[in-house]
């Protein structure tokens, strides 16, 4: 079976191609992708080619897939899975594999999968590993953010807190406790947002900054503040650009500081603010991972001693944060949906990874087989003074709060043209 596909050569190096997929072997899947949704960590990869530790050395001469937050459908099982899985299912995938000890992942390290084409062999690892998970929710673009959700999932695990004359740590933020989400209204960031308020473990008190009021503003559309209310968190958010003081920051939890402090952007000055926002046992989550190996920032280790203060970084989930992230989605507790800004299809995936920190706005979602520029949800009604297909898109999105719906997707799959 013939694939169209982004390919990665090398550094900065994509390749929009068709070529034909090799004979599945028993212990693979033969599968089509509908939907990718474009993560920062593609475009670190894209710019740091076999430097990343990801990515084999050999690229140029076995180019290897990009994208993994994809879903799709099932088209071959080999006999190893029969009865397991079948023609038909949906799916979605765990690329943090941890195959014996190997950092390979789809998305980055494979040949015949990635979420940047429309047809995919899945190798027999991602079986074992139990990393390929049904999907049984109705739109396809939910299994795409299934994956960053559960990376929300797997920080918000990892923050630890302790009890004094106690070696016994207590994993997870602080039920009803006082949170912090610093650069928080980015595609992941909104995800943040979207757990911290919807899943069974909340903050009492949750601070959202940004220095961005455009973005802050549609971060409040989609997640609002008496939504929260209604949830039991005070929610705040706050521009940080407009001469609120780090110390008006502080006085939201009445002088106390923060339990949890969420960092969603690798700037020095931003990671260093969370570190005096910081509350007795307070937890650092340094989200945002760097492009650059050398990035550093002061914190206070007369904090660390005395006041408990620590540390962790998570860059992605685990499978459990995935089965989470897919049951929260299934019985709609968590609605992702807000984190999409832009659509486009295939043809539109290489000049948006490689120019993603520059494209503003949330998410940008791909469907694989179609043929589409990389367009702004919030732009749908201007293109659709001339184009039909985008006058539609915009009738649709505007029914559902200029968010990205079941009904829009089903009218792009129906409507745009194939690639």
Same mark, same amino acid.
């Given at each position: ?10 550094? /900065? ?5 068709? *070529? ?8 693979? $899947? ?20 076999? #430097? ?8 140029? +001469? ?51 999968? #990635?979420? /940047? ?18 999907? +049984? ?18 920080? *918000? ?26 650069? #928080? ?13 919807? /899943? ?27 939504? &929260? ?32 402090? *969420? ?37 206070? *280790? ?100 200029? $968010?990205?719906?079941?009904? &829009? ?11």
């Amino acid at each position: 079976m013939k694939t169209k596909a982004v390919r990665m050569y090398g550094k /900065n190096d994509l390749r929009l191609e068709e *070529f034909e997929l090799p004979p599945l072997q028993p212990g693979e $899947i033969l599968a089509r992708v509908v939907s990718d949704s474009l993560c920062m960590s593609s475009y670190k990869a894209a710019i740091q080619g076999s #430097g990343h530790k990801r990515v084999p050395a050999d690229i140029d +001469q076995k180019p290897v897939l990009l994208g993994h937050e994809l879903c799709g459908e099932i088209l071959q099982v080999g006999a190893k899975w029969e009865g397991r899985f079948s023609p038909g299912q949906r799916f979605s995938i765990q690329p943090a594999l941890n195959y014996r000890g190997s950092l390979d992942a789809p998305g980055y390290s494979y040949r015949y999968i #990635g979420g /940047n084409a429309t047809c995919v062999i899945i190798p027999e690892e991602v079986m074992e590993m139990d990393c390929l998970l049904e999907y +049984q929710g109705d739109a396809f673009f939910l299994g795409s953010l299934a994956e960053p959700i559960s990376c929300v999932a797997g920080a *918000f695990h990892a923050n630890y807190h302790t009890t004094q004359g106690s070696y016994d740590h207590s994993m997870g933020i602080v039920e009803g406790g006082k949170t912090a989400i610093l650069a #928080g209204v980015g595609p992941m960031g909104l995800a943040a947002i979207d757990y911290a308020i919807h /899943n069974p473990r909340r903050p009492g008190l949750l601070v959202v900054t940004d220095i961005d009021q455009e973005r802050l503003d549609r971060a409040a559309r989609v997640y609002t503040v008496e939504d &929260a209310r209604n949830h039991g968190v005070d929610l705040h958010y706050v521009n940080t650009s407009r001469g609120e003081s780090e110390q008006a920051l502080l006085d939201l939890t009445g002088g106390t500081g923060y339990d949890d402090v *969420f960092v969603f952007a690798p700037v020095r000055s931003v990671l260093e603010q969370g570190d005096r926002l910081l509350g007795h046992d307070g937890c650092l989550n340094f989200f945002a991972g760097p492009s650059n190996s050398d990035f550093r920032a002061e914190l206070n *280790f007369y904090e660390v001693h005395y006041s408990a203060h620590h540390l962790v970084g998570t860059s992605g989930g685990n499978t459990d944060d995935m089965r989470e992230a897919l049951d929260l989605m299934g019985r709609g507790l968590v609605n992702p949906a807000g984190m999409i800004t832009h659509v486009g299809g295939l043809n539109a995936v290489i000049e948006t990874t490689l120019n993603l920190p520059s494209i503003p706005g949330g998410k940008k979602l791909i469907y694989t087989h179609k043929n589409l520029p990389l367009v702004a949800i919030d732009e749908f009604a201007e293109r659709g003074k001339n184009e039909p297909f985008y006058a539609g898109l915009a009738e649709i999105c505007e029914k559902h709060n200029n $968010i990205w719906s079941i009904e &829009a997707e089903e009218y792009l799959l129906r409507e745009a043209p194939e690639i």
